[in-house]
């Protein structure tokens, strides 16, 4: 029987040499390049690029002799490349989209085939299982050209895509200041593609940048997969006090989100790094624009909606609604409660190596460390948020488990009062005090998250307990 492949929130993954095989990827190929020509790009550029895992490159080019066989034309990275990076070169050399071969985050033994549009951006919902759709069941159906004479004749075009985007981060924000600090900066690579890109930025002043985990090994060594959240980013905390360094950025594989480490070496929680980014933007740099969030991202973005003046739109789970939600409003900012954030005047696209630069330039032009920039924002939204989250692996009928959680109705969770539910995507209770507790399937894995954010530091754990009883987990 044939392998169904199925589009999570950017494209496809799996397990290398399991599902993850060369056929399927070059039909995975076949299935973007159809909805590409039906879309009326025939004969346009598409870039394609790859990370760091196990025989990225050969999947990479595989599919750009799928695209080549299509008839279009391929700009294909030189070496693994960050997916923000990716993202700028589909805008920088007006191609219509881009193929990533990529799992980001995920475990090593996994691989992934993520899609863009023109705009650099994830395509939405619609176009993604239109993709799907598209895609053969069989290798026969697959149109292929070789990769030696597509390359000889001019087709694929090999190319460096990191220049264009110094040039372009440098537009944004400036760099200088950031280099003459004398800021002591530790940085966790994760084994991935954003190795050595704060060194290349930064490099040649007073401030120091110290790498780990900067080189290629598809195990990922000393950490579960390259994830930035604990205990992932054990060793780079370890290294940033051993180092007295003053922060610590963390680039996942991909190096389109960034995790952050104060300078104690205590991890700062993804939500509160967006709400950072966004206040530094709002205060510091003094702009406005719409803040686009996803269900499961801080509620402080909403009170600083309210204080600045600026919408704030809520949005699905990934960046697959974040991305239009951006372009249709030029927002500021979007971002994710996994980490990954994306800025106006960029692509539209995660970026976890601007969202690192402008936390420097945060400290810089504040002259503050990171509990202090944490200490301001508490302040101007008026006191402490707290956050968790807890994925448990479940079984049984999905429909049967979600029509449970709708017919529970519970009065209270962890304490608190359940004032609302939202149905958006997965089930978001709202609670008294402004927080909320959230849960939702994986679409590509059996498994649920509980997710929830609170004011009462010590009713998170409560909280979420009481919602894997809600799921029927407890």
Known sequence: MTFKIKFGTDGWRGVIAEEYTFDNVRRCAQGYASYMLEQGNAGKWIVV??????????????????????????????????????????????????????????????????????????????????????????????????????????????????????????????????????????????????????????????????????????????????????????????????????????????????????????????????????????????????????????????????IYGVPVHETGVGFKYVAPKMTETDALIGGEESGGYAFRGNVPERDGILAGLYMLDFMVRTGKKPTELLKMLFDKVGGEYFYDRVDSAFSGDRAAREQMILDAKPATLGGLKVTDLITVDGFQFRMEDGGWMLIRFSGTEPIMRVYCETRHADKVQAILKDGLKVAGIQ
Request: with cysteine; hydrophobic share 40%.
């Open 49 to 306: 690029g790859y990370d760091k895992r196990f025989a990225s490159e050969n999947f990479a080019a595989a599919t750009a002799e799928v695209l080549a066989g299509n008839g279009f034309k391929v700009y294909l990275t030189d070496s693994a490349t960050p997916t923000p990076v990716i993202a700028f070169a589909v805008v920088n050399t007006k191609a219509c989209g881009a193929v990533n071969i990529t799992a980001s985050h995920n475990p090593p033994a996994d691989n992934g085939f993520k899609v863009r549009n023109e705009t650099g951006g994830a395509i939405d919902p619609e176009g993604l299982l239109r993709i799907e759709a598209l895609i053969p069941d069989s290798i026969d159906s697959v149109k292929r050209s070789t990769y030696n004479t597509e390359v000889s004749a001019g087709n694929i075009v090999v190319f460096d895509a990191h220049a264009p985007y110094f040039e372009h981060i440098q537009k944004l924000i400036d760099l200088q200041p950031i280099r003459d600090a004398g800021l002591t900066v530790q940085v966790d690579a994760m084994w991935g593609n954003g190795a050595g890109y704060f060194t290349k930025l930064l490099g040649g002043g007073k401030t120091k940048i110290l790498e780990i985990h900067a080189e290629r090994n598809p195990t990922f060594p000393e950490m579960k997969r390259p994830e930035p959240i604990r205990p992932n980013i054990d060793k780079g905390l370890e290294a940033t006090v051993t180092n007295k360094a003053d922060i610590l950025l963390i680039l996942d594989g991909d190096a389109d989100r960034c995790g952050i480490g104060d300078e104690n070496g205590e991890f700062i929680n993804q939500l509160r790094v967006y709400a950072l980014l966004a206040y530094y933007l709002l205060e510091v740099r003094g702009e406005r624009g719409d803040i686009v969030k996803t269900l499961s991202t801080t509620n402080m973005l909403n009170r600083l909606g309210e």
